[in-house]
């Protein structure tokens, strides 16, 4: 086993692409956000990345106590992961550089 922590991977479909976000079909847990969402071309083994997971849909689900519904919700993971676009994240992170400033001289 193991003894460096690694990524968890996970597999979606794409079920919708809206003006710069990805839906995909798929489960994401709550800690996936920031991750990115990879593609090989086809006939291909270079991955890229393609979006940046933001979080999933959820949907208020009431709480019951037997059969009796109470005035309480939980929020349930509907298994649809929001991603955005790398292009989107890219120009965030240049527009907010912070960090160690790097040379650009050789």
């Avoid at 922590?5 to 996970?10: R, S």
């Avoid at 993971?77 to 929001?82: A, E, F, K, M």
């Amino acid at each position: 086993m193991a003894t460096l922590p690694l990524p968890l991977v996970k597999r979606a479909t794409i079920s919708a692409l809206d003006q710069g976000a990805f839906l995909l079909d798929g489960h994401n847990n709550p800690g996936f956000s920031g991750g990115p969402v990879v593609f090989a071309p086809p006939n291909s083994s270079d991955f890229r990345v393609a979006a940046v997971v933001s979080g999933f849909q959820a949907v208020k689900q009431p709480i019951f106590q037997g059969t009796e519904e109470t005035a309480f919700t939980y929020l349930y993971n509907t298994g649809i992961i929001v991603a955005h676009d790398i292009k989107e994240a890219t120009t965030i992170i240049q527009g907010n550089p912070s960090g160690l400033q790097l040379s650009t001289s050789a």
